[in-house]
C-alpha cells in the first residue's frame, strides 16, 4: 500500500476547505459548488478511502464538503463515527474513577483526588449536574432510593500520613510504588469508620465497627441494611461479611471460615454472593518474595468456587464456578464452570438449581443478564481471542456478535434490546454498542477524543439504570502515565450537532495541516540524505533477522534461547561492520545465569560525546518465542543499524539490544545504570517494542513518547518518508523507556504495541511469526532511521534554563549548546495555551524579554549552520 503525496491542488483543496469552515460551514466541491445530490455517496466514499490509508488531510476536506453539500445530513453518523464520537459526551472531571449512577438513576458519583485526598463527588443527573455532596473518603453506595449514602470515611492521623508521604515522594515507576499504595489501602481499611450521610439534610452518622479491617460496602434492597466485607487485622486466614445498620453493631451474615471477597446482593434480597479468593484481598501488604525461576512442571490451579448466600436461613452453598453475575432484578444467575478440556454457561434461580445453557470446547467468561433474566451474553475464546456472543437464557438462539481479531470482551446489557462491551488488552480497551434485536445493526464505538492522531483507552464503563446514558473512565488526552484520568458522560439520546462536527473535522484539519507543514520545514535541510538511507531498508533482510531469533524459541533469560540469541545480535552486528559489547551481568533474585545486551556504536563525526541511543529488547516471555514481543523491534533495530552503517551522522548513536526487559526491565537498567556510570551524555533514545502485528489492513503504529518533540519529529518521519500511518501516546512507564526516563528524563520515544495494546498473541505461546506483517516492521524501521537521523544532526534540548522577572520584562538564561556548530538560538514565549505567541532569535545564550506575565512559559531551541533547529524546548515557567 502506497499512500500518495500531497500536490500543490490537493493543499488549494485543502486551503478552499479551511476556507469554507471559517466563513460558516459552506465547504467547496468541484468547481466551487456545493456537492450535487448524486455526488455526496461518491463523495463519502473517496473521503473514506483517503482516511483508510492514513491521508487524512483529504479525507477531513472530503468530510467538510460532503457535509456541508445538500446531501450531507444523512451521512453526518457516518463522519462522526470516522472522526470521532457520535454521541454528545462531557467531561465531568479530568481526575477521577470509580464512575457509577445511583440505583435509582438520580446522582452521579465518582471519586477524584489519591488516597488520603481522596473524596467521593456526588452530582445531580440532570442538565445542572449539581454537587449535591462531596464525601471525605471512598467505596461510596446507596439504597435503591437514593436519599442516603453510605461510605468509607478516611480519617486524618500521623500513621496514615507518614504513609501518604512516602507515596508522594514515590515516583511513578519506583519499584516499591505498588506496596506503598496498598499500604495506604490497608491502613485506611482499618482505620476509616462508615458513615451515612443523609443528601436532603446532609446530616451524617457513624456505624462503629471496632478492630475491624472494612472494604466493599453494598446496601441491602430494605435500604437499612449495609452488608460489607471485614477481617481481624490480626488474623489472616480468614475474611468475613458482616451485616451492620445504623445505631447496631456489625454481625457476620455467615459462618463459614476462610476467605471471602467483597459481597454482591442480589436485588430481589433473597441472596447475596461473594466468591473465594486465592488471596486475603485485606492481608497487610509485605514486599514479594524473591523471584524464583519457573518450575520444571505447571502446578494445577484450585478450581475457581463462589458461595451463594441464603439470606433467611444464613446458609451458604459453596459452588465450583467462576464470574457470577445476576439480573437486574436479583432473581437470576449465571457462572461459569469449566474443566481443562471444556467450559460452560450456568443459569438459573439464584437459589435454585443451575443449568448448564452453552458448553464448549474452549474458553467461556463474563456472563451478563438482561434485567430480567430472558437473555444472556457472554465472551468466548475458541482459539486465540475472546468474541461475544447472545442467547436467550436457556441457550436457545444463540449468536455470535464479534469476528474481530482484537479481544471483544466484558459484555453488558444497556436494556433489553441493547449490548456494550469493550474491545482490546486492558491498557488500550474502547467501548461499543449494538442492537442485538436487530441481525443487520452495526456495532457503534461510543468514547473517543475526536482527535486523529491521540488514541485514548477506556478502563471503567458504568450504564445508567435506564440505558440512556454511559460514565466511561478514560485518558482522552492519551496521558497513560499520570494517575489522574478523566471521568465522561456519554448522552445516547444526543447526537451531535452538525455545527459541532464541522468544528471537529475543522480542528482536525488545522492540525493535520500544522503538523504536516513543520515536519516539512524541521526535516527539510536533511531530507534529501534520509530518503537515501531509508531507501535501503528490506523487507526481506527484516525477515531473515525475524526468522532466525523466531527459530531460537523461548528467548526468556531462564532459556537457552536467550545466550543464542546474544551470540546471534553480536554476529549481525559485526556482519555490518561494528564492532559490538557484551555487558553481561547476572540477574538477581536466581532468575537465572548470566545474560548479557548486545550493543554497537556508530561514532559522530562532529559531537562523538553526545549520545543517542536506539533500542529493542530480544529477551521474550517463558511461555512463547515472542515474534512481535519483541522479536519485531529488535529485526527493526538490526536493519536501521545495517543501513546506517556506512552514514554516520554529527553524533553518536548507539543500536542496543536489551535483555531481561520480561524480568522486570533488567537489561535496559543495566545499560541505563553502565551509561550513567561512564558519564555517557545521552541526550536522546527511541524504544520500540511490539510493532509487527496488524489486525486490518493499514500499515499503522503507535508513537509512545515522553517528550512531544520526539512525537512530533516521528510523525513527521512517518509521514515524509513511510508509509506509516501513526497514532500517539505519553507512554513509558512498563517498558524499557522507563529505565531512560528514570536517569535522563523526558528524552525517549518510540514505537510500538499496535495500538496500545491490542493483539490477541501478547505474552502468549501464540506470539507466532505467522501472525506479523512484515512490511510494517520495515516502515517502522524507516521512521525510526529518519527520526535518529535528524535528531542526532540537529542540536539536543538546552539545559539550566533560568528566568527572572521585573515588572513585565524577563532575563533568560541557559547553558550554551553543548554542539559545535550552534550559532543561533530561538527564545520563545507565550501562555500555556500559546506558547509560541512571541518569536526572536539571538546569538548568545541569554536573552530579554518584554511584555511577558508570571505563568507564560518561556521555550529555547538552538540552531546550528544547517539551519536545524533543536528537536525538543527547553522550558521554564515565568515566576
Not at 28 to 49: I, K, N, S, V, W
Request: hydrophobic share 40%.
Amino acid at each position: 500500500m502506497t499512500r500518495p503525496r500531497r500536490t500543490p491542488l490537493l493543499l488549494f483543496l485543502c486551503a478552499a476547505g479551511l476556507a469554507a469552515a471559517r466563513g460558516g460551514g459552506r465547504a467547496l466541491a468541484g468547481g466551487g459548488q456545493a456537492a450535487p445530490a448524486g455526488q455526496a455517496e461518491r463523495a463519502m466514499r473517496d473521503a473514506a478511502d483517503a482516511w483508510e490509508r492514513g491521508d487524512y488531510t483529504t479525507a477531513l476536506v472530503g468530510y467538510m464538503n460532503v457535509l456541508s453539500g445538500p446531501d450531507g445530513d444523512p451521512l453526518l453518523d457516518r463522519i462522526a463515527l470516522q472522526t470521532g464520537e457520535l454521541y454528545v459526551t462531557s467531561e465531568l472531571t479530568p481526575d477521577g474513577r470509580a464512575p457509577r449512577f445511583s440505583p435509582d438513576g438520580r446522582f452521579i458519583v465518582y471519586e477524584t483526588g489519591l488516597e488520603v485526598s481522596r473524596r467521593t463527588r456526588i452530582l445531580r443527573n440532570d442538565g445542572s449536574r449539581e454537587l449535591v455532596a462531596e464525601l471525605p473518603g471512598a467505596s461510596a453506595t446507596f439504597p435503591a432510593e437514593s436519599g442516603k449514602v453510605a461510605y468509607l470515611k478516611v480519617p486524618a492521623g500521623p500513621e496514615i500520613g507518614r504513609a501518604a508521604a512516602d507515596l508522594e515522594r514515590a515516583a511513578l515507576t519506583a519499584s516499591n510504588r505498588g506496596l506503598l499504595i496498598n499500604s495506604l489501602a490497608w491502613l485506611i481499611a482499618r482505620d476509616s469508620t462508615i458513615a451515612v450521610r443523609d443528601l436532603a439534610t446532609q446530616r451524617e452518622i457513624d456505624i462503629a465497627v471496632p478492630g475491624l479491617l472494612k472494604t466493599g460496602l453494598a446496601y441491602a434492597p430494605d435500604g437499612r441494611t449495609l452488608y460489607f466485607l471485614g477481617a481481624d487485622p490480626m488474623d489472616e486466614s480468614r475474611t468475613d461479611i458482616y451485616a451492620a445498620v445504623e445505631g447496631g453493631q456489625p454481625v457476620r451474615v455467615v459462618g463459614e471460615p476462610g476467605l471471602k471477597s467483597t459481597p454482591l446482593v442480589a436485588a430481589s434480597g433473597t441472596a447475596l454472593i461473594y466468591t473465594i479468593p486465592s488471596q486475603n484481598p485485606l492481608r497487610r501488604p509485605a514486599p514479594p518474595p524473591p523471584a524464583r525461576p519457573a518450575a520444571p512442571a505447571a502446578v494445577r490451579p484450585a478450581l475457581p468456587q463462589f458461595a451463594i448466600v441464603d439470606l433467611a436461613t444464613h446458609r451458604a452453598s459453596i459452588v465450583s464456578g467462576s464470574a457470577p453475575a445476576l439480573s437486574g432484578d436479583g432473581r437470576t444467575l449465571a457462572f461459569v464452570a469449566a474443566t481443562a478440556e471444556r467450559a460452560s454457561v450456568l443459569v438459573g434461580p439464584v437459589l435454585g438449581a443451575h443449568t448448564a445453557v452453552v458448553t464448549v470446547d474452549g474458553r467461556l467468561d463474563a456472563p451478563a443478564l438482561s434485567a430480567d433474566g430472558s437473555r444472556l451474553a457472554y465472551q468466548r475464546m475458541d482459539r486465540d481471542d475472546w468474541d461475544i456472543f447472545v442467547a436467550g437464557a436457556d441457550g436457545s438462539g444463540e449468536r455470535r456478535l464479534t469476528h474481530d481479531i482484537q479481544h471483544d470482551v466484558l459484555p453488558r446489557f444497556m436494556d433489553g434490546n441493547r449490548l456494550l462491551w469493550a474491545v482490546g488488552e486492558p491498557r488500550h480497551r474502547r467501548s461499543f454498542l449494538v442492537d442485538i434485536a436487530s441481525a443487520e445493526a452495526a456495532p457503534v464505538r461510543l468514547f473517543h477524543n475526536n482527535t486523529v492522531r491521540t488514541i485514548a483507552p477506556e478502563y471503567q464503563w458504568a450504564p445508567s439504570p435506564d440505558g440512556s446514558a454511559l460514565l466511561v473512565g478514560a485518558e482522552r488526552d492519551g496521558d497513560t502515565v499520570s494517575p489522574a484520568r478523566g471521568i465522561y458522560l456519554i448522552d445516547l439520546k444526543t447526537k451531535v450537532a452538525k455545527a459541532d462536527l464541522l468544528r471537529r473535522l475543522k480542528t482536525s484539519l488545522d492540525g493535520e495541516l500544522a503538523l504536516r507543514a513543520a515536519a516539512i520545514r524541521t526535516f527539510q535541510p536533511v531530507a534529501e540524505r534520509i530518503r537515501q538511507v531509508v531507501d535501503q531498508v528490506s523487507v526481506a533482510r527484516i525477515y531473515s533477522y525475524e526468522k532466525a531469533l523466531f527459530d531460537l524459541d523461548s528467548k526468556h533469560i531462564t532459556q537457552p534461547g536467550n545466550r543464542k540469541a546474544s551470540e546471534l545480535l553480536f554476529r549481525a552486528y559485526a556482519s555490518f561492520g561494528y564492532a559490538p559489547e557484551y555487558q553481561w551481568f547476572e540477574p538477581p533474585n536466581a532468575l537465572g545465569g548470566r545474560t548479557a545486551n548486545v550493543v554497537a556504536a556508530l561514532r559522530g563525526t562532529v559531537d562523538p560525546d553526545l549520545v543517542y541511543v536506539i533500542s529493542s529488547h530480544y529477551d521474550s516471555v517463558a511461555a512463547g518465542p515472542g515474534a512481535d514481543d519483541d522479536s519485531s523491534g529488535t529485526a527493526a533495530l538490526l536493519e536501521a543499524a545495517r543501513v546506517l552503517a556506512d552514514h554516520p551522522l554529527p553524533a553518536t548513536v548507539v543500536f542496543a539490544s536489551m535483555t531481561g526487559e520480561e524480568s522486570g526491565l533488567l537489561g535496559s537498567r543495566e545499560f541505563v545504570r553502565r551509561s550513567f556510570a561512564d558519564k555517557l551524555n545521552v541526550v536522546g533514545a527511541l524504544n520500540n517494542d511490539m510493532i509487527g502485528w496488524s489486525n486490518d489492513q493499514r500499515i499503522d503504529n503507535t508513537i509512545r513518547y515522553s517528550n512531544p518533540g520526539v512525537r512530533d519529529i516521528q510523525h513527521g518521519a512517518a509521514m515524509l518518508f513511510t508509509n506509516l500511518i501513526t497514532y500517539d501516546a505519553l507512554y513509558w512507564k512498563g517498558t524499557d523507556a522507563a529505565s531512560y526516563y528514570d536517569t535522563y528524563g523526558d528524552i525517549v520515544g518510540g514505537i510500538g504495541s499496535y495500538p496500545v495494546l491490542s493483539s490477541p498473541f501478547y505474552h502468549q505461546p501464540s506470539d507466532l511469526l505467522r501472525n506479523i506483517h512484515h512490511e510494517q516492521i520495515a516502515e517502522t524501521s524507516k521512521a525510526t532511521v529518519a527520526t535518529i537521523m535528524l535528531m542526532a544532526s540537529s542540536p539536543s534540548r538546552l539545559k539550566d534554563l533560568k528566568v527572572q522577572r521585573s515588572g513585565t520584562t524577563a532575563s533568560v538564561s541557559w547553558a550554551p549548546s553543548p554542539e559545535k556548530s550552534v550559532g543561533a538560538y530561538v527564545v520563545a514565549c507565550g501562555p500555556p495555551d500559546d506558547l509560541l505567541r512571541t518569536r526572536t532569535t539571538v546569538n548568545a545564550p541569554a536573552a530579554a524579554l518584554e511584555r511577558v506575565a508570571a505563568g507564560d512559559v518561556v521555550s529555547v531551541k538552538a540552531v546550528n549552520a544547517s539551519g536545524l533547529e533543536g528537536w525538543s524546548w527547553a522550558t521554564a515557567v515565568v515566576p
